[in-house]
């Protein structure tokens, strides 16, 4: 490596949301993969456009395509991004709970859900309530 400073990295958010979207083929899609909005996604592909200075997709109304420039680009960072993922240490060590937020009238809560709770915590034990 010369000089850090002849380097101009993407983020790894931004990487991962580009392969989404090629992968996926839509924004929304790969926006749902990755548990973040449409926009959010889109910012980050926008992002890495501009720090590369070239267009990964064509916008054609829903339908998205990779350039040319943008499938050479994938091609060299999917294995690198596999690479990545494939570190046991970037794993999470335990499967995230779900969180599920019950909102109910307290006559219904102490009457049906209160006394099911202990049955639907055995049945679902990655489900978090609320």
């Known amino acids: 490596m010369n000089n850090f400073t002849d380097y101009r990295l993407p983020s790894l958010d931004a990487l991962l949301a580009f392969q989404a979207a090629a992968q ?20 980050r592909v926008a992002g890495l456009e501009q720090l590369l200075g070239i267009s990964l997709f064509e916008r054609q109304g829903g339908s998205l395509v990779l350039t040319v420039q943008g499938q050479v680009y994938l091609e060299q960072v999917s294995p690198i991004l596999a690479q990545l993922l494939a570190i046991p240490g970037h794993q999470r060590p335990v499967q995230r709970k779900q969180h599920l937020t019950v909102i109910c009238p307290p006559t219904f809560a102490r009457q049906v859900l209160i006394p099911r709770l202990q049955e639907h915590s055995l049945a679902y ?6």
């Open 125 to 130: 034990p990655e489900v978090e309530l609320q």
């Open 24 to 43: 996926l083929q839509s924004f929304e899609r790969a926006a749902d993969a990755l548990a973040l909005t449409g926009s959010a996604l889109r910012k």
